[in-house]
């Protein structure tokens, strides 16, 4: 049988070995100030423990894509239906270009069945099927959802959708709603927008991440799919 190695014993005095021993103080863990490193009383005395570096957070992994999208198209058809006797909105067209997104990109299919939550001042409101019936349903929805104060933010949802009140801004960093997967900004400006996908890296991989906002890009700058 081969002989096991010994560690050679730390040179110590026999008064800072007693200190050791009473303090809990593994010898190996100080470092000797006496004679050719020896550990003496004064090295036990000021030896700080230090607590044990903080796990890593189990919170998500977040990315972010960004993309510019020409927005004067859609917002010229929005024009035309000012007069409308319900006439859509900007919000309206992106919430349906979202969940249009997400019903074409195969991955999300599987994030709690794909809904869109939609950020409001007072909370968050969700919507599922989003692409089937006209855009007039869906309005009449939301409208009804806010006025009755209604927050769901509790609920399900595969992404949440913010409109930035200010135009002309990029957003670079949104984090993630508690809950979601993904988030995305969209600061729309009087020609184009400025648009960011935040998402969770361990859940939603970079090229369907990347699909669904080339999809929603897509759909904004030719928008007459949505104005059915």
Request: with cysteine; charged share 20%; glycine share 6%.
């Amino acid at each position: 049988m081969a002989a096991t190695a010994l560690q050679p014993r730390r040179a110590a005095s026999p008064y800072a070995r007693r200190l050791a021993r009473e303090r809990g103080l593994a010898l190996e863990v100080l470092t000797g100030s006496g004679p050719n490193g020896r550990i003496v009383a004064a090295d036990i005395e000021t030896y700080v423990v230090r607590p044990p570096a903080p796990a890593a957070a189990n919170g998500p992994q977040a990315s972010a894509l960004g993309t510019t999208i020409q927005l004067a198209t859609l917002l010229q058809l929005l024009a035309g239906f000012a007069d409308a006797d319900t006439p859509f909105t900007l919000e309206d067209v992106v919430l349906r270009a979202a969940g249009c997104a997400l019903d074409d990109v195969p991955e999300s299919h599987s994030l709690a069945g794909a809904p869109v939550a939609l950020e409001q001042p007072a909370g968050q409101l969700v919507f599922a099927d989003i692409r089937k019936g006209s855009l007039a349903p869906l309005r009449a929805r939301r409208l009804r959802a806010i006025e009755a104060g209604i927050d769901q933010s509790a609920e399900p949802a595969a992404l949440s959708l913010k409109l930035l009140a200010a135009s002309e801004i990029r957003p670079v960093m949104m984090p993630l709603k508690p809950g979601r997967n993904m988030r995305l900004v969209l600061a729309a400006g009087h020609v184009t927008g400025e648009c960011l996908l935040s998402f969770d890296a361990a859940v939603v991989s970079e090229d369907a991440a990347t699909e669904l906002l080339t999809r929603f890009k897509a759909y904004l700058e030719l928008p007459l799919r949505l104005l059915a």
